[in-house]
DNA sequence: TCCTGATGCATCGGCTGTCTAGGTATACAC
DNA sequence: GTGTATACCTAGACAGCCGATGCATCAGGA
């Protein structure tokens, strides 16, 4: 495998944060973990990423956050998804998927 | 249709300007016009997205330029893939599909 | 006992890519 | 002459991501 073989998020983190609360609250470290399990690892979620981006969505109404305990008995603050980041889901994943096709379209086209 | 319809690039122009070249040679602005035409206006390519990156191209020797005549007989800067840039273009096209097809996945999933 | 690794939070500096906004110049139609 | 399309380029700002680092707790092994 190439030494280059990064896993970027190019700007989708935060839809994919809105995608795993939809399933139910969860703190942070475990939506990251959730993310990274459910791409086999295709897809890397960095702490220095993850935090700036619950903190950014939280801001904009996307998000709520309390604080409570992890199934490890650790104290760990948890997230839940806010109807305006239901709608705010529903909105990116239909741009996401215009976005990709697109380019997938196009990268697979042969000439 | 919302606002804020944003086309965003998501770190994809650089993959797509190679992917364009892969056809035959073209200069810049032909190229900015083909990918919006390919995608229906899905994607826009910006100028000032356009020229950085295909300058960033060559200097990694990706591409090539050589100055010319466009097909309305105006001044035109050509690029063309190098060997190089062909090979950048598998793996990153490569790389493309398995990254979108993980978030797609991730996003399209039910509960 | 000490050390490591996993869990869990958070922040800082720096880089990269993109956009906005401007500029130059030529060709052609009106 | 004036506007529109073609064609290039750059500067400045900003957002998102990454790498590094720090804190704290707890379990398990050497």
Do not use: N
Not at 34 to 40: L, V
Not at 47 to 59: C, I, Q, V
Not at 61 to 71: A, M, P, Q, T, V
């Amino acid at each position: 495998m190439a030494p280059s073989d990064k896993k970027l998020l190019h700007g989708t983190l935060d839809t994919l944060i809105l995608k795993t609360l939809s399933h139910g609250p969860r703190h942070g470290y475990a939506v990251a973990r959730w993310i990274e399990s459910k791409t086999g690892d295709a897809i890397l979620v960095e702490e220095g990423s993850l935090y700036p981006a619950l903190y950014r969505l939280e801001k904009k109404g996307l998000l709520k956050s309390e604080w409570g305990i992890s199934e490890l008995e650790r104290r760990a603050k948890f997230y839940r998804l806010t109807d305006r980041g239901a709608t705010a889901l529903a909105e990116e994943t239909d741009a996401w998927l215009r976005f990709s096709g697109a380019v997938t379209s196009i990268l697979t086209s042969r000439p």
